[in-house]
Every structure is written in structure tokens, then in C-alpha cells.
């Protein structure tokens, strides 16, 4: 079942003169964890917002084409209705703390306190989102005191709280040392294998090779493919977009290794279970 529908979404920001997407259209099914590719401006953070409503609702300006959460119709929907479904973990987490809270529990209750949650139910999913977030021991700390990959672990907790069926994060992990963005991607993963559908919009492309189900080439706005990972990072002109492909890609794509299908491996482990390397291997025993 798809459970988000683009079409021919066209968008501008007020008092701008090119369109910040430019006729997009795909669809994502339940479940599935999509990365969102694309150098810098090329319209990553505004799909973002165009799927969770605060395009057009937030920032205005000329919005065409239409967007589709379940049936719901983005363009008609308030955000507040919005929000119970679809939950946005910003880029920088200081645009996610509230800024009024003490501790970190209290900042992860915000959220669903505004829902109208009831106080046990919030305690449990409170505690879940702690747990998961691997935060338990800074719960009773100012948000503000946290460092930046504490803080946006504590932002993806606040989000998760609320229970969104779709989860997106805009760069989730650009603050984060090498061992936090491992501890994201594979939270992220364990909540699309519940069902969550996932979309990260993110520059490490390691990490969306292994990791994502299809990924979103943007430049300039538009959509120039909505493909797996080795179809994707396979393009011969993937380097005009301003992305690198996996280490394991280029590597391949040096020593000329491509999969039956023909196209790269994007893993270690894909490269290692291509068949001449692997029977060479088995010479050698
Ligand atoms: N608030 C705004 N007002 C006007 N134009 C904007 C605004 N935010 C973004 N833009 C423009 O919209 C286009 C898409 O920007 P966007 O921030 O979505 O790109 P991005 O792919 O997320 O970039 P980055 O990798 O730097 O995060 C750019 O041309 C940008 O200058
Ligand atoms: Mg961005």
C-alpha cells in the first residue's frame, strides 16, 4: 500500500524566483526506508518540509501538484492533524528543543502533552523513547547542557514519542560522531522492520547504500531518479549531481567488478559475495 503519493509537486518560496521543486512526483510504501540524495540546495530539506505540511502551511509561497499522506491531502490538512502522523527530526537540533524545558523528560513530554496523552501512557512511551535512543542516563539533564549528538538524540526521542507513522529526518546525523550515525541508522531500521516509513534526506552515502531501501536523486529541484542504491550510485553520470557513491562503489567501478545484473556493488559485503572474487577466495583455502 503506498503510503505517501507525489504528484507533479511544483513549489516556491515567497519572494523567490525559482522554484525549490520543480514537478516531482514518486510513491513510498509502508515500511520502506528511503534516503533523499542531492548537493547542497537542491531542494532535500524542502521536500522534507513538503511532506510533513510546513510547505505550504508554515512557509507560505506558490505551491502546485499534491501530496498525499494515506488519503490525507497535505495542501487541505492542517499540520496539527498532520503531525499525528508524520513526525520531522531537523537538521540542527537546537530548531527541535523547545528551549523551555529543564530535562529532558520534560522535553520529550512536550510533545505529548500537546497530543492530550495521558500521564501513564506518556511515562511508557517516554521511557521506550529513552531506551531506544540509549539517553536513560541524561534523562534528568537541561537539554541545553547536552552535547550537539546527545541533543539530537533527544530530539529523534521527542519525535518518536509522539508515535508518527512516518519518520522523517533532514541530515539527522551531520552532528554526530561516527558511533552516534551507526546508532541512528540501525534505530531507524529496527522502526521500519515495525512498520515506520522512513525517510532521511543525509549525506552519508555508506550509510544509505547498506542501509536504505530506494533513494531520491535531487538536483536543482527535480527529481532525476527514485531508484535502489545500485541503481542509483550505478549512474554513470551520478558525479554530475554533486554526490559520491559509496567507497565500495568506486572501488569496484575502478577494478571493474559489477553484480550479475551489471551493476556496482554498493556494500563491502555485496563485493564480497560477487562470484570471481569469491571462488578466487575459495582457491586460495
Ligand atoms: N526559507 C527560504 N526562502 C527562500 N528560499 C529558500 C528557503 N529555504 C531554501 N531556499 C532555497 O530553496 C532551494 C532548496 O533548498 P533546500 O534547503 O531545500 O536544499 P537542501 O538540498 O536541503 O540543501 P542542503 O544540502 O544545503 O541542506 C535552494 O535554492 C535554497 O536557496
Ligand atoms: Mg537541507
Redesign the pocket.
Known sequence: MNKIRVNDLKYR????E?L?LNDISFEIKQGEFIGIV??????????CYALTGLVPHF?KGAYGGQVFIDNLEVMKTEISDLSLKVGLVF?NPFSQITGSKFTVIDEIAFGLENMGIEREEMSTRIEASLKLLDIEHIKEKNPFSLSGGQMQRVAIASVLAMRPDILILD?PTSQLDPQGSDEVFKVVESLTKEGMTVIM?EHKMEKLAQYSDKILL?HE?KLIDFDTPQKIFSKKDILDYGVSPPIFTKIARALNINKEDSLLPVTLNEILTISPINSERGEKK
Open positions: 518560496y515567497p519572494h523567490s525559482k525549490a542531492g548537493k547542497n540546495s537542491s531542494g532535500k530539506s524542502t521536500l512557509f537538521e541530515e534526506a535531487l529541484g
